[in-house]
T-cell receptor, first 115, second 113 residues
Framework: DAGVIQSPRHEVTEMGQEVTLRCKPI?????LFWYRQTMMRGLELLIY????????DSGMPEDRFSAKMPNASFSTLKIQPSEPRDSAVYFCASSLTGGGNQPQHFGDGTRLSIL | KQEVTQIPAALSVPEGENLVLNCSFTDSAIYNLQWFRQDPGKGLTSLLLIQSSQREQTSGRLNASLDKSSGRSTLYIAASQPGDSATYLCAVRSTSGTYKYIFGTGTRLKVLA
């Protein structure tokens, strides 16, 4: 079975540019999570979707960040305009349900570098 | 506010040794606790999930225990192998927000051949 698929794997862009990260969750999973990982702050939850609806976006750092889930098989995380401090690894994860004891399955991440 | 701490931050052991990784959390009202493995340049792989009503879970050479009252979990790795080298993270799901995991900063393990 295919796991969580993220693209691109690496992204290098200049400050001020728009960045779009993509995620395809595991088929049949109704919960999707976007995380950011940095050396300083570790792994932080940015936003959580359940059945394509954003449930908790309290972790989104600023208005420059936005996320969408137009259907059950696709989500995007957009940064506009990007800044050097946004450099991090961004992970997408999905689970069968949001609550309960279902484990979260992670993609391989997008390593983002803003110059 | 739940805080999760993992000690040590890094560990280096010779092959074949049994070892214990530690995870502590400040709020004992948890729903479950999950141990993950992260290889360089990769995402997280779920190893074991312990529900709040359980004391331990086992998978192969891995055994995870949970003591809610003391706010601790341990991951025991038996007969370590070089392939076990990775970063191990624990994550706690609190009862107050059943979808959200709070992650520790991880223990970076190196098993020497």
């Amino acid at each position: 079975d295919a796991g969580v698929i993220q693209s691109p794997r690496h992204e290098v862009t200049e400050m001020g540019q728009e960045v779009t990260l993509r995620c395809k969750p595991i088929s049949g999973h109704n919960s999707l999570f976007w995380y950011r990982q940095t050396m300083m702050r570790g792994l932080e939850l940015l936003i959580y979707f359940n059945n394509n609806v954003p449930i908790d976006d309290s972790g989104m750092p600023e208005d420059r960040f936005s996320a969408k889930m137009p259907n059950a098989s696709f989500s995007t995380l957009k940064i506009q305009p990007s800044e050097p401090r946004d450099s991090a690894v961004y992970f997408c994860a999905s689970s069968l349900t949001g609550g309960g004891n279902q484990p979260q399955h992670f993609g391989d991440g997008t390593r983002l570098s803003i110059l | 506010k739940q805080e999760v701490t993992q000690i040590p931050a890094a560990l280096s052991v010779p092959e074949g040794e049994n070892l214990v990784l530690n995870c502590s959390f400040t709020d004992s009202a948890i729903y479950n606790l999950q141990w993950f493995r992260q290889d360089p340049g990769k995402g997280l792989t779920s190893l074991l999930l312990i529900q709040s009503s359980q004391r331990e879970q086992t998978s192969g050479r891995l055994n995870a225990s949970l003591d809610k009252s003391s706010g601790r979990s341990t991951l025991y790795i038996a007969a370590s192998q070089p392939g076990d080298s990775a970063t191990y993270l624990c994550a706690v799901r609190s009862t107050s927000g059943t979808y959200k995991y709070i992650f520790g900063t991880g223990t970076r393990l190196k098993v020497l051949a």
